[in-house]
């Protein structure tokens, strides 16, 4: 099985290495444009329910909330 895998690969890679470098380059963006948009998204929704949980676990008092400064967020 890995043999095969390996005997694959390598005949892509020769492929690819035997193209024009204009070509080769819009295949390697093609792949890694959307594989590296998709680790984003899922990077940040992971961090975003991290600090959701966070959030719930520790919620701040109300007395807190008051006399923390609005640092710039807000109405303008």
């Not at 043999?3 to 819009?26: C, H, I, N, S, Y």
């Not at 093609?30 to 990077?43: F, G, M, N, R």
């Amino acid at each position: 099985m890995f043999d095969g895998v390996a005997r694959w690969w390598d005949g892509f890679e020769l492929w690819l290495a035997q193209q024009w470098f204009p070509l080769q380059f819009v295949l390697v963006v093609a792949v890694l444009l959307p594989i590296c948009a998709a680790a984003t998204w899922l990077l940040r929704r992971g961090v975003d329910l991290a600090m959701n949980v966070a959030g719930r676990l520790r919620p701040g008092r109300a007395d807190e909330q008051a006399a923390r400064p609005d640092r710039g967020r807000g109405r303008s």
